[in-house]
């Protein structure tokens, strides 16, 4: 089994996947070179030495354009499923929401299911309790019905917060997994600002 990637090395094999997927060939040193802003060709070249070193790779030294993703690589993905981490999502005080793309996580298709997945990185610990904890990676369908009591990732006003939600006479109230921090009530005049982005159906661990 490969060994486990850095974050960055991570990031430069997704880019590496998506690219391969959206044109059909991989990028060269210096594309990489500039889509991650480092200083020289060299940086992308041994960030892709260290990715082969560790099985996910293959590539012939001297030829551009010859990076191929590994066979053992190729093998795992028939069973896997590509979801877009956009950033990061408060598991605590609301924050302004970031839908920008940081990387293509391919995630077993078996454990993850859903019509529009996404991940976002959490920050903070008020969903501790329910298992969900600083810098993990929640994974929520973005086309699925959040039934009361569901935990979901909820924005207003270009705020967003991971919670579990309740529908209420009132409104809704979004309840914390841990004690230390108070359910925020929104109330019916305010429900037409709300927007569900996505309900959870999944954690990677990343620690």
């Given at each position: 089994m490969p060994a486990a990637l850095t974050e960055r090395q991570a990031q430069?094999?997704?880019?590496?996947?998506?690219?391969?997927?959206?044109?059909?060939?991989?990028?060269?040193?210096?594309?990489i070179r500039s889509h991650f802003g480092f200083s020289s060709p060299n940086a992308a070249r041994e960030h892709l030495r260290l990715?082969?070193?560790?099985?996910?790779?293959?590539?012939?030294?001297?030829?551009?354009?010859?990076?191929?993703?590994?066979?053992?690589t190729r093998n795992r993905e028939k069973d896997a499923v590509h979801?877009?981490?956009l950033g990061r999502i408060p598991a605590g005080e609301p924050t302004a929401a970031i839908e920008e793309v940081e990387e293509i996580l391919p995630l077993p298709s078996r454990?993850?299911?859903?019509?529009?997945?996404?991940?976002?990185?959490?920050r903070g610990e008020?969903?501790?309790?329910?298992?969900?904890?600083?810098?993990?990676?929640?994974?929520?369908?973005?086309?699925r019905e959040v039934a009361d009591g569901k935990i979901a990732a909820v924005v207003l006003d270009d705020e967003a917060t991971l919670k579990r939600l309740?529908?209420?006479g009132g409104g809704l109230r979004l309840v914390a997994e841990n004690p230390?921090?108070?359910?925020?009530?929104?109330?019916?005049?305010?429900?037409?600002d709300v927007r569900v982005a996505g309900v959870f159906v999944g954690l990677v661990r990343t620690c």
């Open positions: 430069v094999f997704a880019f590496v996947q998506a690219r391969q997927r959206a044109v059909g060939f991989m990028p060269t040193l210096d594309e990715i082969q070193k560790k099985g996910y790779l293959q590539r012939t030294a001297g030829k551009p354009r010859s990076i191929r993703i590994a066979r053992s979801v877009p981490l454990w993850f299911r859903g019509e529009s997945l996404f991940a976002l990185r959490v008020s969903m501790s309790g329910a298992g969900i904890c600083d810098g993990d990676i929640a994974v929520l369908d973005a086309c309740f529908r209420t230390a921090f108070r359910d925020r009530i929104i109330p019916r005049t305010r429900l037409a």
